[in-house]
């Protein structure tokens, strides 16, 4: 494998590779937390802690699990490490900040079900990143899934007073402004070169 | 007499049947995962870039969907409600690995063209929602009705998106070429933009078709 830069590494999880637009993970808190710009940045910050703190774990359950040969138990240590990890977040602030808690409500404990953290920690180990390699990489790919959230809820609360026909309304227009938001993310592949 | 009463129980034997046909109908198509529930999106955007691909993943799926349907319903009455999600999340995740295993013995190739997906398949909250809200309250002949019914209806759907793009962006369906060469084919279907607007005219068709079946 050749050496990337750190900087590198996040410029490519955040934009290049986006991995909401580019790898479809997340899209089921991308579909239903997109509607305001407030709930968007939110559920953004949340995300890209759990995946810091994600990510970390993943690292040192990869070097514990290859020390004693147990590769195969990685997917599900991988899932349990964060689901208690998205626990230990919501206990957390539901003690520091009982206002941001009401104002997640049910998309904490839904981030668990957030494919972009379980593949964050998947790719992470497949990629082969050291410690700090790995941080990087988690936190390019937070800020990428919270750029790609409030964008899509911004034009989404745009949309709101446009005179869509009925049967556009709701997913199917979600989808339609994702692919547009897609295909312009595609210039940033130019970037990596 | 004897016979009206034979018919009666006959016809009510039929009727007590429909139920458990229902409950394997109705994934197919009134509660279509994909298309109505709009529910695990993600591997249905990501790997239905070709016909063959999305099958894989779809029949993986009705695999992992059918096997933790059966255990958590069988398990039902001993798992503690406190702790159902993280059981469930486990029991998930072991058939997941399996899943993962079995493609790998099968097919190297299809294993490398899947990737991460095969194990993001423990995320999708397909799974997750029908173990919470049928197979954790239902019997395992139910519960096994409604996890092959889900499971074909996601297949389903994963194959109407993956036709459509490799037909329009590699001019082929299953690798055999299907346009004469002349054909220009549609680049940006195979991109990750051709998944988001392909699922999104798919469900214009259904809210179109839903809308008309209302108003008639």
């Known amino acids: 494998m050749k050496e990337e830069s750190l900087w590198y590494i996040f410029i490519n999880a955040s934009l290049i590779n986006n991995f909401v637009l580019a790898y479809f993970l997340g899209i089921c808190p991308f579909l239903g937390v997109s509607g305001k710009m407030e709930t968007a940045t939110k559920m953004g910050g949340a995300v890209t802690f759990v995946m810091l703190i994600s990510s970390m774990c993943a690292y040192a359950i990869h070097a514990l699990l290859s020390a ?9 240590s991988f899932i349990v490490v964060i689901a208690s990890t998205v626990q230990l977040v919501e ?9 941001l808690f009401r104002a997640l409500g049910i998309f904490l404990p839904l981030i668990t079900t957030n494919c972009a953290i379980l593949g ?17 990489y988690a936190l390019g790919a ?8 409030v964008l899509i809820a911004g034009l989404r609360e745009q949309l709101e007073f446009a005179d869509v026909p009925g049967v556009v309304k709701g997913t199917a227009l979600t989808l339609l402004v994702a692919g547009i938001l897609s295909l312009s993310f595609m210039g940033f592949a130019g970037l990596g070169s | 007499m004897a016979d009206q009463i034979k018919n009666k129980t006959g016809f009510l034997a039929t009727l007590q049947e429909n139920p458990s046909t229902d409950e394997f109908i109705k994934g197919l198509w009134r509660d279509n995962p994909v298309f109505v529930q709009v529910l695990g999106m993600c591997p249905v955007l990501a790997v239905s870039n070709t016909a063959v691909n999305a099958l894989a993943m779809g029949l993986a799926t009705t695999f992992v969907l059918l096997m933790s349907n059966i255990l958590v319903s069988s398990l039902r009455n001993f798992i503690p409600k406190q702790v159902r999600i993280a059981s469930y999340i486990l029991i998930i995740a072991t058939f997941v690995t399996m899943a993962d295993y079995i493609i790998q013995a099968i097919s190297i190739e299809l294993h490398k063209a899947l990737g991460a997906f095969i194990s993001l398949i423990v995320v999708n909250c397909l799974i997750l929602s029908r173990a919470e809200a049928f197979a954790s309250k239902n019997t395992v002949g139910k519960s096994i009705l ?14 109407c998106l993956g036709a459509v793009r490799e037909l329009l962006g590699n001019g082929s369906i299953f690798g055999v070429p299907f346009f004469p060469d002349n054909f220009q084919e549609w680049i940006v279907m195979i991109l990750p933009a051709g998944g988001f607007f392909t699922l999104a005219i798919w469900l214009l068709i259904f809210n179109a078709a839903k809308q008309r079946r209302a108003t008639t």
């Open chain 1, 68 to 76: 004693i040969h147990a590769e195969f138990l990685q997917l599900i």
């Open chain 1, 91 to 99: 206990m957390f602030i539901k003690k520091m900040s009982p206002a």
């Open chain 2, 146 to 159: 409604d996890g092959l019914g889900m499971g074909i209806g996601f297949t389903f759907a994963l194959f």
């Open chain 1, 120 to 136: 964050l920690a998947l790719f992470q180990t497949s990629k082969g990143y050291g410690f700090f390699e790995s941080l990087v």
């Open chain 1, 142 to 149: 937070g800020a990428g899934f919270t750029l790609a959230l």
